[in-house]
């Protein structure tokens, strides 16, 4: 899919033509057609093509300048993880095994895309403060005008870096740049063309933007934006207006534990009021994703852990943990929390062919896990999305979805009479722990993010 063929198309691509209005700084109304993809063509990448985001931030777009900042966006090629992952494992795999190279150079597409232009092969390392730790940056995405293929996916962007930036207004002066409205800034496709990625085998290991387009909020019209780039009333620059519509460039993401909470509501019942020892009792779970305008997880699916909990305790306090009911599906064994080994294709970046792997969820055994695993070509469960052959059963909960998940408990004969409460917990990890320990990731990427929890009660009677 990256094949250097492709690379080159990508890059080599002339198909966006815009005209329209441009005003110049100096206030000076000019009409100009602007071929933008045509830059792109000819353009012979150079870093200093693009002004740096302390260019564009601190002195004119401040505000905008420190949303970028603290989301991820601004850490696309700095955050330990990707640097981790980048160098330790993606890197050295793709120099072994021929069907991967190519992530060698494709992973900066989106991570660092400038370096990925300017061919900057592996960029260097993040503590060297070069250009590639600009990431995704300001000048990056003002200066994209489209994509070229029939869907965005792959960093298949068309660039034309230069003194014309892309905005959403037709009617903004700058003093510093020129700028044209573009639509295509403002559209669901450009975030698609980072957001939607295809591995080296041709399996969608990152479908964003396909999974919001086909459930409700696309044909809401509610798009990424309106989520992750708010509208607020602000002013955009220094020396600019008022808008009542700015966006917020916020993109804010599973990153952000405040926007993680809640995405999924969550309710717990029994199917009876009261029970004695010996006697079964049946808790339905329904989960309902009110506030991801994609699947939970979405993403970095791979890397991702989200699972269900419950447990009782009695009035004497003791604890029993209710293991989920199998619904019998095919491929159910990846949705339960186990204890078995995966990620063994780590072995082939570190050197070890016979590498055992490391525990596959590191969660309560039992626990439901709404996911889907991402297999290797022998099979393995991987977290390398660029090693991923094929795809499990898709267990993640969609948009404005709701789920049910029953836990039937047998009351043990010692159980404390009096009120028992049962609590349902939703957590969720950015990365595997087993794998994030073996790793050396940093903590706060395994840390549990508590999603929501409900409790509710049964009357145990003597
Ligand atoms: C990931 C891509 C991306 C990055 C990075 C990015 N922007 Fe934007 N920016 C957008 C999009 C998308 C819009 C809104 C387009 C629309 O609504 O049609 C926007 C809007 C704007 C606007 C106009 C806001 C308005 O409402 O009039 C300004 C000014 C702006 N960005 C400046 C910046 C600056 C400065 C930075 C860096 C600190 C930056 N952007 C980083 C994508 C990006
Ligand atoms: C040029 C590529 C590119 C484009 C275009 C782009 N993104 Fe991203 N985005 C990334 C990368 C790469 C990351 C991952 C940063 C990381 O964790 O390494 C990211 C991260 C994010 C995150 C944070 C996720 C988290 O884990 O917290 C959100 C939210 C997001 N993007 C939303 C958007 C939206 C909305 C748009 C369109 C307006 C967009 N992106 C356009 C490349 C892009
Ligand atoms: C209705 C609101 C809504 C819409 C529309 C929406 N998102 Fe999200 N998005 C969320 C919420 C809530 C989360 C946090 C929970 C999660 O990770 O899914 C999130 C998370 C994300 C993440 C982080 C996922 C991860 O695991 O790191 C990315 C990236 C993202 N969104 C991109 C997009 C893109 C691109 C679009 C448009 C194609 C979009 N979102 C549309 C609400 C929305
Ligand atoms: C098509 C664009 C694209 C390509 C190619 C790509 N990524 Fe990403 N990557 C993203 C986006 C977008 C995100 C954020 C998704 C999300 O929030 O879940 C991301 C997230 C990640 C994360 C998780 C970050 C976190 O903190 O959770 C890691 C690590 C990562 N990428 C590494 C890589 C490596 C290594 C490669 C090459 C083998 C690669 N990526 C190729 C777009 C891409």
């Known amino acids: 899919m990256l094949s250097q063929g492709r690379i080159k198309d990508l890059i ?22 602007v071929n933008a993809g045509e830059n792109a063509t000819t353009a012979q990448h150079n870093y200093d093509d693009w002004e740096g985001p302390d260019y564009c931030g601190p002195s004119c777009h401040n505000d905008i300048y420190q949303q ?12 330990s993880w ?4 980048y160098f330790k494992l993606a890197v050295p795999h793709a120099e072994k095994d021929e069907v991967v190279a190519e992530v060698k150079a494709g992973c900066n597409g989106c991570h660092s895309p ?4 300017v061919g900057d092969i592996p960029p260097p390392r993040p503590e060297e403060n070069s250009r590639a730790n600009d990431g995704v940056h300001c000048d990056f995405c003002h200066t ?4 070229d293929g029939e869907l965005p996916f792959n960093f298949n962007y068309v660039t034309a870096p230069g003194e014309t930036k892309y905005g959403p207004r037709d009617n903004s002066e700058s003093p510093d740049h020129e700028t044209l409205k573009s639509d295509f800034l403002g559209s669901a496709d450009f975030c698609g063309i980072c957001h939607n990625e295809k591995d080296p085998y041709g399996v969608w290991v990152k479908s964003t933007q396909l999974e919001w387009k086909e459930g409700p909020y696309a044909a809401q019209g509610v798009g990424c934006h309106d989520c992750h780039m ?8 220094s020396m600019g207006e008022k808008y009542k519509d700015a966006r917020q460039h916020l993109f804010h993401g599973a990153h952000d534990p405040g926007k993680v909470r809640g995405t999924i509501e969550l309710r717990i019942h029994p199917d009876v009021n009261e029970a004695k020892p010996g006697e079964s009792v049946k808790f339905t779970v329904a989960l309902f994703n009110q506030k991801a305008g994609h699947k939970f997880p979405t993403g970095s699916v791979e890397d991702r852990i989200l699972w269900l909990h419950v447990e009782a305790i009695d009035v004497a306090g003791n604890v ?21 080994l995966a990620y063994q294709d780590m072995g082939i970046a570190l050197n070890d062919p016979n590498f055992k792997g490391v525990q596959r969820d590191g969660i309560p055994i039992g626990d439901r896990i709404f996911r889907m695993p ?4 022998q099979g393995r469960m991987t977290i390398q999305q660029w090693n991923t052959k094929s795809l499990g059963v898709d267990y993640r909960l969609g948009p404005l979805e709701t789920r049910l998940e029953t836990f039937s408990f047998v009351l043990p004969d010692n159980i404390e009479p009096g009120k028992m409460k049962i609590t349902a917990t939703l957590n969720y990890q950015l990365l595997v722990k087993p794998v994030a320990d073996f790793l050396g990731v940093p903590e706060e990427e395994s840390a549990i993010m508590e999603v929501n929890s409900h409790s509710t009660y049964l009357a145990v009677l003597p």
């Open 144 to 147: 994209i005008t489209g994509y």
């Open 374 to 377: 991402y297999f290797d070509p």
């Open 320 to 340: 029993y943990h209710l293991p989920v009911d199998k619904k019998g599906f095919e491929g159910e064994e990846y949705t339960i929390g186990s204890d078995v």
């Open 12 to 33: 080599g691509s002339n198909t966006f033509a815009y005209v329209l209005l441009v005003f110049f700084c100096t206030a000076l109304i000019t009409i100009s057609p």
């Open 114 to 117: 400038m370096s990925f232009l």
């Open 230 to 237: 708010t509208n607020a009333e602000a002013y955009t620059a």
């Open 68 to 79: 970028w900042k603290q989301s991820m966006m601004s850490q696309s090629y700095t955050h």
């Open 82 to 85: 990707d640097e981790i992952e």
